[in-house]
């Protein structure tokens, strides 16, 4: 593979000086581009989009022809995982992924098993290569999964939930079986994301959707513990200089409304813990010290707004990080994903302000 071009956002998960702060989106690839929606349309549904590498890579690539990223993240689902282990995903108009076989008693928790990613999740890891190859060198790619409670939440309850009404009623009444849930799952993750750094993917990413919803110790136990399993069971390489070292491959963990946990998260042993728009970035920076980068977070509304405001915002997410130190990281990111809604023009503001104005702070 040919070495990086722009290897600012690697750099930036390392703690090491950077020219300026690197930005990529959640979502970056997705609905709010009409060359996406028409891909899509091409493919007859999202999920035929997901599973053909050739079309994934293409609208994988499109946002980087429009905006100077940071980095590209593999076009993909995090339901690719219950889907491969056989619960049916399907997409209803208007409703998001549902699931045919839903996951909420002994028996269909006693037929869960770990798919191989070599077989059923082999579309993912073709995708993988295919970017790679596409890429060129000319900026890392990011792959990743669904964090195991996460995942939880839509086998059990069948799709996405307002109240995780049923995924709650389990973990009180039979933690024994949500907690052999999370096992799979944790293991599945673990298979999945090792696959697709064999495939290529230079950074992985988990996305813990929905740990925000959990009350405290309930947290700890049923998404922070099968995270950790996840990350320490990662082939993430030395990155020791050396002939046959695999470079070391960074991990960012994501809980959207982890702010009261930050410290945990950061002791999971990643990269760099992804922070929602709610927290305050200097703060979180003090919190977790030197132990990893930080990852996010502007409010994703602000990309509704004009493009003074977008600009204004920008700006003060960069402020509160405060200024670049030896042993501080930053990725710009957003608080989560970016809306479909989101007009295309705003994200070259953001793009282009991110990289000027932390040009200049670093100047100063």
Known sequence: MPELANDTFLRALRREPTEYTPIWLMRQAGRYLPEYNETRRRAGSFLALCKN???????????????????????????????????????????????????????????????????????????????????????????????????????????????????????????????????????????????????????????DSWGGALADGAFQRF?????????????????????????AIPVIVFTKGGGPWLEELADLGCDAVGVDWTV?????????????????????MVLMAGENAVRRETQRVLDSFGAPAPGAGHVFNLGHGISQFTPPENVAVLVETVHSYSRRLRSS
């Open 223 to 247: 998404s922070l513990e099968p995270m950790r399993r996840v990350v320490s069971a990662l082939r993430r390489g030395s990155g020791a200089p050396g002939a046959g070292n695999a470079p």
């Open 280 to 300: 305050n970035l200097g703060r979180a920076r003090e919190r977790i010290g030197g132990r990893c980068a930080i990852q996010g977070n502007l409010d994703p």
């Open 53 to 207: 590498p050739e079309l994934a890579c293409e609208v994988t690539l499109q946002p980087l022809e429009r905006f100077p990223f940071d980095a590209a993240i593999l076009f993909s689902d995090i339901l690719t995982i219950p889907d491969a282990m056989g619960l049916g995903l399907y997409f209803a108009e208007g409703e998001g992924p549902r699931f045919e076989r839903p996951v909420r008693d002994e028996a269909a928790v006693a037929q869960l098993a770990v798919p191989d990613p070599s077989r059923e999740l082999r579309y993912v890891t073709d995708a993988v290569r295919t970017i790679r190859s596409a890429l060129a060198g000319r900026v890392p790619l990011i792959g990743f999964a669904g964090s195991p409670w996460t995942l939880a939440c839509y086998m059990v309850e069948g799709g996405a939930s307002a109240d995780f009404r049923r995924i709650k009623t389990m973990l009180y009444e039979r933690p024994d079986l949500l907690e052999r849930i999370l096992a799979v799952n944790a293991d599945a993750v673990a298979a999945y994301l090792n696959a697709q750094i064999d495939a290529g993917a230079q950074v992985v990413m988990l996305f």
